[in-house]
Antibody, heavy 118, light 111 residues
Framework: QVQLVQSGAEVKKPGASVKLSCKAS????????IQWVRQAPGQRLEWLGW????????KYSQKFKGRVTITRDTSATTAYLDLRSLTFEDTAVFYC???????????WGQGTLVTVSS | QSVLTQPPSVSGAPGQSVTISCTGS?????????IHWYQQRPGIPPKALIY???NRPSGVPDRFSGSKSGTSASLAITGLQAEDEADYYC???????????FGGGTKLTVL
């Protein structure tokens, strides 16, 4: 069965960086994209970006451009999200999701809580 | 900043029907980009309900349906059940920002 398993919770100080992982299994990794979405406490879903597994091409939300990098390791069927210069407002649950060509996501990871605290 | 606007909340009694709107613009829904809908219960990742405007993923009951017209889209839920109480989000691609975006979310309360 399709599974996306994300790395564990993180606590970071303001200004630090965080790198999250998303291990995919149960499907052919390069037939779908991986999208990253976050949700601050009590807030809406927010799209961060997307990676084409075949060629590594990426697309990022303009809000996060310059601060976020999405990569993948095809041999490990794992995608990564790197977010830099963290602020308190980055405290959120970060989700990875399997993306289709029209942008909808049919399978989601369990989420990773990132807490930014001094 | 382009946005997808949803009502903050809707409610209905068990067995009734509700509709949740998602209003966009000429750079997203009006440009012909597909609309997708998700259901999210507290503490759980979102679940896709409708994709590509009106299609249901396998396992989603036909009580859920999607439609689209002009710069707006709607999610209709018939025969409301207690388990439908959740947050609902629309999603579309936006050409002006070259990326996907979500609506603000709508909290459905089953009375």
């Amino acid at each position: 069965q399709v599974q996306l398993v994300q790395s564990g919770a993180e606590v970071k100080k303001p200004g630090a960086s965080v790198k999250l992982s998303c291990k995919a299994s149960g499907y052919t990794f390069n037939r779908y994209t991986i999208q990253w979405v976050r949700q601050a406490p009590g807030q809406r879903l927010e799209w961060l970006g997307w990676i084409n597994i075949v060629n590594g091409g990426t697309k990022y939300s303009q809000k996060f451009k310059g601060r976020v990098t999405i990569t993948r390791d095809t041999s490990a069927t794992t995608a990564y999200l790197d977010l830099r210069s963290l602020t308190f407002e980055d405290t959120a649950v970060f989700y990875c999701a399997r993306g289709t060509h029209t942008g909808w996501s049919d399978y989601w990871g369990q989420g990773t809580l990132v807490t930014v605290s001094s | 900043q382009s946005v997808l606007t949803q009502p903050p909340s809707v409610s209905g009694a068990p067995g009734q029907s509700v509709t949740i709107s998602c209003t966009g613009s000429s750079s997203n829904i009006g440009a012909g980009h597909s609309i997708h809908w998700y259901q999210q219960r507290p503490g759980i990742p979102p679940k896709a309900l409708i994709y590509d405007n009106f299609n249901r993923p396998s396992g989603v009951p036909d009580r859920f349906s999607g439609s689209k017209s002009g710069t707006s889209a709607s999610l209709a839920i018939t025969g409301l059940q207690a388990e439908d109480e959740a947050d609902y989000y629309c999603q579309s691609y936006d050409s002006s920002v070259s990326g996907w975006m979500f609506g603000g979310g709508t909290k459905l309360t089953v009375l």
